[in-house]
């Protein structure tokens, strides 16, 4: 899985949930807290009655890194926060981060390269940490 918005990784032998709470213990090693979840699995469920396999959207945020980006950016939050997928595929549970760089691009204000730069440090170390 490789994606040019995401920061990748597949975890092997380790079930959803702890996968899950590894991802919410890697993240705030970097400084992220979790401020939503969204359960794409018991949504679909609910309201289309579709069965899927297990799937999470985590809201991830750096809350001095959130406040950099709001004062060169102010109507940056509409990027923010940063979602971090968990799913179950199979025997695998893969997980992917937003890559920073490809979404503050977005913008288009060089003044967010370094902000940039350092969400994606940080976002790669929570998912080597997996």
Do not use: W
Not at 57 to 63: E, F
Not at 87 to 111: F, K, S, T, W
């Amino acid at each position: 899985m490789s994606a040019a918005y995401a920061i990748p990784r597949r975890v092997e032998g380790a079930p959803f949930d702890v996968v899950v709470d590894r991802v919410r213990a890697a993240l705030a090693a970097e400084g992220f807290g979790v401020l939503t979840v969204i359960d794409v699995q018991d949504t679909l469920k609910q309201k289309i009655d579709v069965d899927v396999d297990p799937y999470v959207i985590l809201g991830a945020c750096n809350p001095q890194l959130a406040q950099r980006g709001l004062d060169v950016e102010p109507d940056l939050g509409v990027l923010l926060p940063c979602n971090v997928v968990v799913r179950q595929h199979g025997d695998h549970v893969h997980v992917a981060a937003m890559e920073p760089n490809a979404a503050l691009a977005i913008a288009g204000n060089d003044d967010l390269i370094p902000l940039a730069a350092e969400a994606h440090e940080r976002l790669t170390r929570a998912m080597e940490a997996l």
